[in-house]
């Protein structure tokens, strides 16, 4: 009896981790829409390059995933794309340039 409650416990603890990995994964690239005041800004997320690009200033930008103390960060160092749940802002020249923005579902 002991020895199958054990093989029962490993056996609910893999199907659980497999199962939780599985959330874990991103699609490649995904298009994510923010209201920021009147403003939209439209993200397209690339996961597996970790970068976005979004028009700003009448330009297509690129920005790289760089590191962040807290949320996502995406710069080439003049614009920054920050992003931490459901909400987001812009900066350009470390000047926030776009604010208050929510992620639409």
Not at 40 to 47: A, F, G, I, K
Not at 84 to 97: C, H, L, M, P, T
Request: some cysteine.
């Amino acid at each position: 009896m002991k020895h199958l409650f054990v093989a029962t416990s490993v056996f609910g603890v893999t199907a659980v981790l497999m199962l939780a990995g599985c959330s874990l994964v991103q699609p490649k690239s995904e298009t994510l829409h923010y209201q920021c005041g009147t403003t939209r800004l439209t993200v397209m997320q690339d996961n597996r390059q970790d970068k976005v690009n979004l028009v700003l200033d009448g330009k297509q930008l690129t920005l790289p995933q760089v590191r962040a103390a807290s949320g996502t960060k995406y710069s080439d160092g003049h614009y920054s794309f920050w992003s931490k749940g459901n909400s987001a802002f812009v900066e350009r020249d470390e000047k926030v340039i776009i604010n208050d923005c929510v992620l639409i579902k």
